[in-house]
């Protein structure tokens, strides 16, 4: 098992974004929009790392005082069904508390990705059938802080 250890842009600004430049290309979820999005005032990423490999990412952005919404959601596929995602979830969860947020929304692919959510008491608000023509369903959620 892996020691995996968080990272956090805010606190560990120039560590994570050496680490979010170099991301695996397993991470990269339109780099362009993530790299625009990791630039704004309104984010927070938190990536997880088993030494110096980056394993996982959750970011974070907010419009609103009581709202965060998911941006990213990622685990490296050889680091998958180890518990990263739970962690990456469960830590943003209390970050979000901590800094007075009341709610989490996001949207996740249906299966392995929803049911981490879910677990944390993600409510299904929509299902999406083929998602930006993927094929694959997605759910937009909420979780209550």
């Known amino acids: 098992?892996?020691?995996i250890s968080p990272l956090y842009k805010l606190k560990d600004y120039k560590e994570t974004f050496k680490f979010e430049k170099e991301h695996p290309i397993e991470l990269r979820?339109?780099?362009s929009y993530k790299l625009y999005t990791l630039e704004d005032k309104n984010t927070q990423g938190i990536w997880l790392r088993d030494k110096?490999?980056?394993v996982g990412e959750i970011i974070l952005t907010w419009?609103?005082?009581n709202v965060l919404h998911?941006?990213?959601?990622?685990?490296v596929p050889e680091y998958r069904g180890q518990g990263i995602g739970h962690d990456l979830v469960k830590?943003?969860?209390d970050w979000g508390t901590e800094s007075g947020y009341e709610f989490i929304i996001g949207e996740a692919r249906k299966g392995a990705s929803s049911k981490i959510f879910e677990n944390?008491?993600?409510?299904?608000?929509l299902t999406y059938k083929s998602w930006g023509g993927t094929k694959e369903d997605y759910m937009s959620f909420?979780?209550?802080?």
């Open 70 to 75: 998911i941006e990213s959601f990622t685990v």
């Open 52 to 54: 110096t490999v980056l």
């Open 1 to 3: 098992m892996p020691i």
């Open 142 to 145: 909420k979780i209550e802080l």
């Open 120 to 125: 944390f008491g993600a409510v299904p608000i």
């Open 91 to 93: 830590l943003a969860i």
């Open 29 to 31: 979820w339109q780099p």
């Open 63 to 65: 419009q609103s005082s």
